[in-house]
């Protein structure tokens, strides 16, 4: 049975921040080279759990991501961390529908 989450307002001022500068916006070749970067989802709280039903796997309680996505984030480029931004505003949106 998954854990009943209210997301922290941390996340979601992160969340609308992100959104706000386009940051989650297509990224050119040349910017995505240069090593523009986005702000990590992590708000410091980490503590691993079933957050919703889906995804079955178990989540970060603090920024939604899962395990591989958390592993991946300080290597990945640019698009990866769109990616991973996206699949977390998914996460909150219902998370907060619920």
């Known amino acids: 049975m998954p854990t009943s989450v209210v997301p922290a307002r941390a996340l ?3 969340a609308d921040a992100v959104q706000r500068k386009g940051l989650l916006q297509p990224i050119a070749a040349e910017s995505a080279a240069a090593g523009s970067r986005l702000p990590s989802p ?11 039903a889906e995804p079955i796997e178990p989540l970060c309680q603090g ?8 592993m991946e984030w300080g290597g990945a480029v640019s698009s990866r961390q769109q990616a991973i931004w996206r699949d977390v ?4 949106q219902m998370l907060q529908q619920h």
Do not use: A
């Open 42 to 52: 992590c708000i410091n709280v980490c503590t691993m759990g079933q957050v919703m």
């Open 63 to 70: 920024c939604l991501r899962t395990l591989p996505e958390i």
């Open 89 to 92: 505003l998914q996460r909150l």
């Open 12 to 14: 979601l001022r992160l």
